[in-house]
């Protein structure tokens, strides 16, 4: 049952708004079906599946609204599942946030956004991939953790306003580290996809395993500012907070204008329109895109359409709730799903081959807030970090401790290499000069 169609979706959808008995009611599934495979030491340690729908059901009387949620489909449970939602709902305080539901909209389905291939995955296929990366990393004599999951799922949505939307979606993504067997050195790779038919995990810990057997005997450097080359992982880790994830999440309107935002204006205001990055920082959200095809409605049911965010360095648009942009008189745009920053032609490699002298950064870890406001984070490299001089890799130093901004960073560029997909974005390795290292990590 997982996958169901537009006409299955929404027939279940029609038989929770007939059970409403509240002023407004929204009902939304959800479903899943997929299955994830982890490896430790070269060996497979877990395997799991999941299927399963959900509804969610949210009624309102006035500005009132209480929300209920099931996964039975029966006349019953439904029925149920309706009348919780409105016993909430009657309890509940009104919202002084309280916007009316959206009636019809237009949306163009995202067909690019489900692949057969990754919807047709099964235990055999995870095996054999994550099978081909351990037999990599055994004849490296190197040890390996991953982590393969993949999902295909689908959205459908109906309110007593007239709503309706649906749509279906896939992903699989794998990434891998990989450790020498003195566990002095460490590398790693990480990819997803909407193809399965793109997915090579022996490709990817190929990668991975040369980084690990390139960064042993890593010598020290003293901290200071370098001019660096991030690699797509240290500005998009899929795990932890990273930098441009960071810069990405603080283009809310709200934020800004309250005075919580590094957007934020000293006596109110923000400062959409203004340029405050590299004219070469060109950043839009696009659901349509053939590399990150996306769900072309958000969670409230506004519609997702190509948006740009910053163009030539100047912040263009802003997101925000629907109260916000009601109450601020402003473009009433949803948060982005994937996004991408645009780039030029250039790989890792050829950044390496056009710098005198820098340090190569494969990933960022374990970064936290300084100062939100300015947005400096601090952080840690790891997994492979080398020294660069004359256009070559010289040799691995120890990893460092950084303190930066991303506001600073975007504004110290020397160059911008090929935007690749990473976490449902695009993301071009970028070349950062005066990069901020403040001391040294023993941690590989």
Wanted: glycine share 8%; aromatic share 8%; with cysteine.
């Amino acid at each position: 049952m997982p996958i169901l169609s537009k006409d299955e979706a929404q027939t279940i959808l029609k038989k929770v708004l007939s059970f409403s008995t509240a002023d407004e009611c929204d009902a939304t599934l959800n479903g899943r079906t997929g299955g994830n495979v982890r490896s430790a030491r070269n060996t497979i340690s877990t395997a799991g599946a999941l299927d399963n729908v959900s509804l969610v059901v949210t009624s309102y009387f006035g500005k009132k609204s209480g929300t209920a949620t099931c996964n039975e489909f029966d006349d019953a449970t439904l029925r149920r599942c309706v009348q919780r939602a409105e016993e909430i709902a009657k309890l509940a305080p009104e919202s002084p946030e309280y916007m009316p539901l959206l009636g019809p909209q237009q949306y163009t389905e995202s067909t690019k956004a489900f692949a057969a291939s990754t919807a047709a995955i099964d235990p055999d296929y995870r095996a054999r991939q994550v099978g081909a990366s351990t037999a990599l990393c055994d004849q490296r004599k190197v040890t390996s953790a991953g982590f393969l999951e993949d999902m295909a799922g689908f959205v459908a949505k109906r309110n007593s306003k007239g709503l309706e939307a649906y749509q279906q979606y896939t992903n699989v993504e794998f990434s891998v580290t990989v450790r020498t067997p003195d566990g002095k050195g460490s590398g790693y790779a990480a990819a997803d996809y909407t193809d399965a038919s793109k997915f090579d995990a022996a490709r990817l810990t190929r990668i991975a395993a040369e980084k690990a057997s390139s960064s042993v005997n890593a010598k020290a450097l003293e901290p200071g500012k370098y001019t660096v080359i991030l690699e797509p992982n240290a500005l998009l880790s899929n795990v932890d907070t990273s930098l441009m994830a960071v810069l990405m999440g603080s283009l809310d309107a709200r934020s800004a204008d309250e005075g919580r935002s590094f957007l934020s204006k000293k006596g109110g205001g923000n400062k959409k329109g203004e340029k405050l990055f590299d004219e070469r920082v060109t950043i839009y959200s696009d659901p349509m895109n053939a590399e990150i095809p996306d769900i072309t409605f958000a969670g409230d049911g506004r519609p997702q359409k190509r948006v740009t965010w910053i163009e030539k360095g100047v912040v263009k648009n802003l997101y925000s709730s629907r109260y916000w942009a009601q109450k601020a008189g402003i473009p009433d745009l949803p948060p982005p799903g994937g996004w991408i920053m645009e780039g030029g032609t250039q790989s890792t490699a050829d950044l390496i081959k056009g710098t005198a002298k820098g340090i190569l950064v494969t990933r960022l870890w374990y970064i936290r807030p300084v100062d939100p406001q300015t947005l400096l984070y601090t952080g840690l490299t790891r997994d492979g970090t080398f020294y660069i001089e004359n256009g070559q890799i010289k040799f691995p130093i120890k990893n460092f401790r950084f303190n930066e901004s991303p506001v600073i960073m975007l504004n110290n560029l020397e160059a911008i290499g090929k935007p690749v997909r990473l976490g449902g974005n695009l993301i071009p390795p970028l070349k950062i000069r005066d990069f901020t290292f403040t001391s040294l990590s023993d941690a590989v």
